[in-house]
């Protein structure tokens, strides 16, 4: 009875978005960067940021990630107003800083990145405010980028969200996540209808941000308040991680501005080989991260100091194979 109120819970409020998408005028426009041919609505973070409004205002689970919720709703703002006047930037970027340092100076934060065979913890010390910030900015902005291909946001998400209820043992927060799970996976079959569909809709610059925002900090929670290590929770953030950084490096080198969109992302380019067929990429896409995800769980057991020096390893043998395909 509850996933069905839920369900119709989610129906209304796509029917609210739809309606408010229409009278002002929030569409992804095609241009020569997209796929697709018509215009498309934008605003499927909205459903998702509402429905998890909703859920935290009816259900006490989880303080600290519904915290984290009522939080990312400036996070979601933010992203609102860069789906309609495309903000700059540098004036985003430090927009999104307030929210994440708001939850880091109220208890959301770590102090070390866990301890390890042979070299014991590794601290952070007074180092840890600003790197906290430096990477739970770097994972947001991440995130943002990998929302270039229909369904690889929503699928991403749906990944995290199903290995964490994987690795958790508290009930409440299992049962926390599995709600939040709903408008995710209604959006994704939304999101991969065909482009002249009135129901197709995109996550927008609102649903990427705060789907970034929240990751970031849940996996922070995650490891302050579950005690589950560090590299049981990196592996899942893999392709927003090396594609990041590499597109961002391979734009510096080309002496390009970092913070400018391009097609050069690993998605863009399975997207190309497959003739923008996006059935083929997201499949390519889900099935690489549960394999990648699971060989990850399985070293992290083995041996904490080698999946972290093997996700490290991973990302330069990434980042080796991008620079001989881009040539």
């Not at 430096?134 to 991403?156: C, E, P, R, V």
């Not at 080989?273 to 499949?283: A, C, E, G, R, Y």
Request: glycine content about 6%; aromatic content about 16%; charged content about 10%.
């Amino acid at each position: 009875m509850l996933l069905i109120n839920l369900t119709i819970l989610y129906f209304i409020l796509l029917l609210f978005t739809i309606f408010i998408s229409k009278k002002l005028e929030l569409y992804d426009k095609p241009n020569i960067r997209k796929v697709h041919t018509s215009k498309v609505f934008n605003t499927g973070g909205i459903i998702i940021y509402l429905f998890y409004l909703i859920i935290i205002n009816f259900f006490e689970l989880n303080h600290n990630i519904e915290f984290i919720i009522s939080i990312g709703f400036f996070v979601f703002v933010v992203g609102l107003i860069d789906d309609v006047i495309n903000l700059n930037p540098s004036t985003k970027i430090i927009l999104l800083i307030a929210p994440s340092a708001y939850l880091i100076f109220n208890g959301i934060n770590i102090t070390n990145l866990g301890n390890y065979e042979q070299i014991g913890v590794l601290n952070l010390g007074k180092f840890h405010i600003p790197f906290l910030i430096l990477a739970t900015g770097l994972l947001i902005n991440a995130t943002n980028y990998i929302d270039g291909s229909d369904g690889l946001l929503l699928t991403f998400f749906i990944c995290c969200l199903g290995y964490y209820i994987f690795l958790i043992e508290d009930s409440q927060t299992i049962s926390l996540i599995k709600l939040l799970l709903i408008p995710v996976i209604l959006n994704l079959i939304l999101n991969l209808l065909p482009s002249k569909s009135k129901f197709k809709i995109f996550s927008g610059n609102a649903g990427s941000l705060f789907i970034g925002f929240f990751i970031s900090f849940l996996t922070i929670e995650l490891y302050r308040g579950f005690k589950i290590h560090p590299v049981y929770l990196i592996w899942p953030l893999w392709y927003p991680i090396f594609d990041f950084l590499f597109v961002s490096t391979n734009r510096a080198l080309q002496k390009k501005n970092i913070l400018t969109a391009d097609n050069t992302h690993l998605h863009h380019k399975i997207l190309a080989k497959f003739k923008k067929n996006h059935f083929k990429t997201l499949f390519l896409f889900f099935v690489s991260n549960l394999l990648i995800i699971y060989l990850g769980f399985l070293l992290s057991n083995f041996s904490k100091i080698l999946s972290l020096i093997t996700f490290i390893l991973t990302f330069f043998l990434y980042f080796a194979a991008r620079l001989n395909y881009r040539k």
